[in-house]
């Protein structure tokens, strides 16, 4: 670190005046029969990559998707989701990534608010869509079975594995769902695309803020090509059509969107597709695809840290790795390096700035417990939260970012959105530090967001479905400090006089109403909660108080 010349860095990084599409269309042109997508060994090119984008394009428009209109993806990592976000955008569509751990609230509320009338859904979870179309807009379903796209025997034998596991696809009939295969090998694969601004909305991209409410992030398609661009800038020594990308983070989060899949395609990459992460397999996958670039979270380089098959596994080809979504232990980072020869370093984002703002140096001039610094054309400054004033350097202030990154608004909500952008400012209501190099250090959440094995939760959706359980009088949600996950999602409750709740009880209720990541990993049961004079709960001070009993 010591002597690094930071100067050397992109400061800036030119947008084109173009539709995130582009990107692909640009991968075509210069690799067209370097593999796209490599999904458990079935290979597409780029060349095949935009012929089947091209035929979804047809589907769609015959299934009356029109410019402007809402699609949902909900799927786990699979080329069909890839394809969908590019043949949604095409059109002129929005797509709403939905994440397929949701429960059938979660889906109701997304699927209303975006105005979904077309989702494309994986078949191990369309039995909850199912369950929730006569409460929505959605008139068809497209699904989707990850092994229409492996190779034999593996597609032969995934429904087969499925089945051992117990993970049986609900039963659909009728009209309403349509089988993404049989939709395929009818359409045509010549598609004109609409005449796409860089300002339309690309995205809505669903985030709970501070309140539990879920809200439309609205991403145009500048946002998004714009921080594409800006990682690419940043991944200084990457070679396009050269690398090959690691996917295991979800597609359906801003971050695995833009790092692992947007970020990849600008780089003409091979892309690794994995469903899940395991990190055996994924270690396997580094060593048999020579991968020279690995984006995840800690939980994730932790696992294989530790994993008991670590050293059988060679995975030295890994270049560069980002981090993000929690803070990444120097013990982490030291030891992943010594594994790999390959850089891993911190960065920061959020899904309103598409979500990519900070990030360490890739070359060099780590600095130990930073998010980094800011990309290139993006901008930042840290604010007195009491004097509204510019912080001075090493002084502790809310960090506000401003770039082509940053989002349009918030779907439907100008109210919300007022109080996030002010001149151009995005708020992100993390406290933070900068130092003289320009690196900045989160201090604190201004906001009460659990990160949970790199997923967001927001205490106050676990505390409303909580709240209706007879017995319980109050109750408050806090993260705790744990290895593995970053941040343990636990639950502070206070029993009404007489009840006899039980903390598996808890939990159980807990899962009718929330996707498993948000569920409470620890209950504790306290007499009271500390409050402010006007009814407050004191979260810090509650957070002192269980970690103290621990």
């Not at 380089?301 to 990444?328: F, W």
């Not at 790999?340 to 700035?353: N, R």
Request: glycine share 10%; aromatic share 8%.
């Amino acid at each position: 670190m010591s002597g690094f010349d930071y100067s050397t860095l992109p400061r800036s990084v030119d947008i084109p005046d173009k539709p995130v599409t582009s990107l692909l269309d640009d991968a075509v042109s210069k690799f067209p029969d370097n593999v796209a997508i490599d999904f458990f060994g079935a290979k597409i090119t780029y060349r095949e990559f935009d012929r089947q984008t091209q035929k979804l394009m047809n589907v769609l428009r015959g299934l009356g998707v029109k410019r402007g209109e809402a699609v949902a993806v909900m799927s786990a990592n699979c080329p069909q989701a890839m394809i969908a976000y590019q043949a949604i955008l095409r059109i002129g569509g929005i797509v709403v990534l939905t994440n397929p751990l949701y429960v059938e609230r979660e889906i109701e509320h997304q699927f209303k608010d975006a105005g979904v009338k077309i989702a494309l859904v994986l078949n191990l979870m369309a039995g909850k869509v199912k369950n929730v179309m006569d409460k929505t807009s959605v008139e068809k379903v497209i699904v989707i079975k990850l092994e229409d796209y492996m190779p034999w025997p593996i597609s032969w034998l995934f429904p087969i594995k499925l089945m051992v596991q117990k993970q049986k696809p609900a039963t659909l009939g009728g009209a309403q769902f349509l089988k993404w295969s049989e939709l395929m090998d009818s359409a045509s694969d010549q598609a004109e695309p609409a005449d796409v601004k860089p300002d339309d909305i690309a995205l809505y991209q669903y985030t709970g803020g501070t309140t539990g409410v879920a809200k439309g992030v609205e991403l145009t398609h500048r946002n998004l090509i714009s921080n594409a661009l800006q990682g690419k800038a940043w991944f200084v020594g990457a070679k396009e059509g050269e690398e090959v990308f690691m996917l295991t983070l979800p597609v359906f989060h801003a971050f695995g969107m833009t790092v692992g899949m947007n970020l990849g395609i600008s780089l003409c990459a091979t892309i690794v597709v994995e469903p899940k992460f395991d990190a055996l397999r994924i270690m396997k996958q580094i060593e048999k695809h020579k991968a020279t670039m690995f984006p995840g979270v800690p939980a994730m380089y932790v696992a294989i840290i530790n994993h008991p098959k670590a050293t059988s596994c060679d995975i030295s080809s890994i270049k560069y790795c980002i981090s993000g979504a929690a803070p990444l232990a120097l013990e982490t980072r030291e030891k992943f390096e010594a594994m790999t020869g390959g850089k891993l370093v911190e960065g920061y984002g959020l899904t309103e700035a598409s979500p990519i703002t900070h990030c360490n140096p890739l070359p060099g001039g780590v600095k130990t417990g930073s998010i980094g610094m800011a990309l290139p054309s993006t901008e930042y400054k840290i604010i007195d939260d009491e004097t509204g004033k510019e912080a001075a350097l090493g002084e502790v202030g809310e960090l506000l970012v401003k770039g082509p990154q940053v989002m349009r608004g918030y779907k439907g909500a100008p109210d919300e959105t007022a109080k996030a952008i002010k001149d151009g400012w995005l708020y992100t209501g993390d406290m933070a530090s900068a130092d003289e190099d320009g690196f900045c250090f989160i201090m604190d959440r201004k906001k009460e967001l659990v990160i949970s094995g790199g997923c967001n939760v927001f205490p106050k959706e676990v505390e409303d479905v909580l709240r209706d359980i007879d017995g319980v009088i109050e109750v408050a949600v806090i993260g705790l400090p744990d290895p593995r996950f970053g941040e343990k999602v636990t639950a502070v409750i206070v029993l009404k006089e007489g009840a006899t709740l039980t903390e598996s009880e808890i939990i159980a209720h807990s899962k009718a109403g929330l996707a498993g990541y948000k569920i409470p990993k620890k209950i504790v049961f306290v007499d009271s909660l500390p409050k402010t004079i006007i009814g407050k709960v004191l979260k810090r001070e509650l957070k002192k108080q269980i970690e103290g009993k621990s």
